[in-house]
């Protein structure tokens, strides 16, 4: 039997270069001297990334790579890094994939075992939790709200006795409502902050309850501008009162019908956090009403 060929030439790498948000002084200098080095750039609009390769005087060619046609140009990237061509990959602003285009491909290029290098750099929701002054320790990400307010409302429906922080994008023209919709459902007098127009000239950090936060972004049109990053407070039990999130019960739940009602119970704390003591009631509470 003919044993197969060597390739004779290996692939090249895919870089996943993140850029500024706002400020050129945050793009990284190893940042500058990959997307100098590598043979090509696949940019979500090269018309926004053509002016940041200009101002830094660099010269490599770019080819759209955005939501539209992402799954359809991906073989030609794959193609060139699969000749041994470094390809980078950036959005047109932050870090590429994160409520940007960019997934396919990297998923393509791992899927043909090529290396795929992370360039890290500006992200808005880092940048926005590190000075929020919010419990960071754990986190949840949920990007763009629906932009009807019936689904968005669901969608905060079912946030709402999230003990995480959370953090979402928002565009915009929706700011004041997308507030207005938090308000009602999580309450007036949870924590929360917007960032917007990070790193920028007009850079905004305003930290105030919901109810508070709607009143004032309400009475400044120039707060329902540019780039916008919503941070609210995690669920808490009200004071003196041990409740238990639905999100905790839909764990016990799950437990109980596969182990015994203190293990569950045992294994349902370990998981959640939430004393073990309190579960136990729930579970036994659980089991009188079957």
């Keep these: 039997m003919k044993v197969p060929e060597l390739p004779t030439q290996s692939s090249g790498t895919l870089y996943v270069v993140a850029t500024p948000i706002g400020n050129l002084e945050d793009i990284s200098a190893r940042a500058l001297r990959i997307l100098a080095e590598v043979a090509l750039i696949a940019a979500e ?5 053509a002016r940041l390769l200009q101002h830094f005087g660099i010269a490599t060619p770019l080819q759209a790579c955005h939501e539209h046609n992402e799954r359809e140009q991906g073989g030609r990237f794959i193609g060139r890094l699969q000749a ?4 980078a990959l950036i959005s047109d602003a932050g870090t590429p994939l994160i409520s940007d285009p960019g997934y396919h491909l990297v998923r393509q290029a791992r899927a043909m075992g090529i290396r795929v290098v992370p360039v890290p ?8 939790l590190s000075a929020a002054g919010l419990p960071s320790d754990r986190f949840i990400f949920e990007g763009f709200l629906p932009a009807k307010m019936a689904a968005r409302r669901a969608r905060l429906e079912l946030l709402r006795e999230e003990p995480r922080t959370l953090i979402f994008y928002e565009a915009p023209h929706r700011i004041l409502e997308c507030i207005e919709d938090m308000r009602l459902v999580f309450g007036a007098e949870r924590l929360a902050l917007l960032g917007r127009e990070l790193t920028k000239t007009f850079e905004t950090l305003k930290s105030l309850p919901l109810g508070e936060l709607y009143d004032w972004v309400a009475a400044d049109s120039n707060q329902q501008r540019g780039e916008c990053v919503l941070l609210v407070a995690g669920w808490e039990a009200p004071a003196g009162d041990e409740q ?3 999100g905790v019960m839909r764990v016990l739940d799950l437990l ?3 182990l015994p009602l203190k293990r569950a119970a045992a294994l349902a704390a370990e998981i959640t956090g939430v ?3 309190l579960l136990y009631q729930q579970a036994l509470e659980r089991q009188k009403g079957a």
Excluded at 45 to 49: F, K, N, P, V, Y
Excluded at 121 to 128: E, K, S
Aim: hydrophobic share 40%.
């Design 45 to 49: 609009d090269t018309r926004h990334s």
């Design 84 to 87: 041994g061509d470094d390809v």
């Design 121 to 128: 750099g500006a992200c808005a929701l880092i940048a926005a």
């Design 244 to 246: 238990v999130s639905a």
């Design 256 to 258: 109980l019908a596969e």
């Design 275 to 277: 004393r073990k003591n």
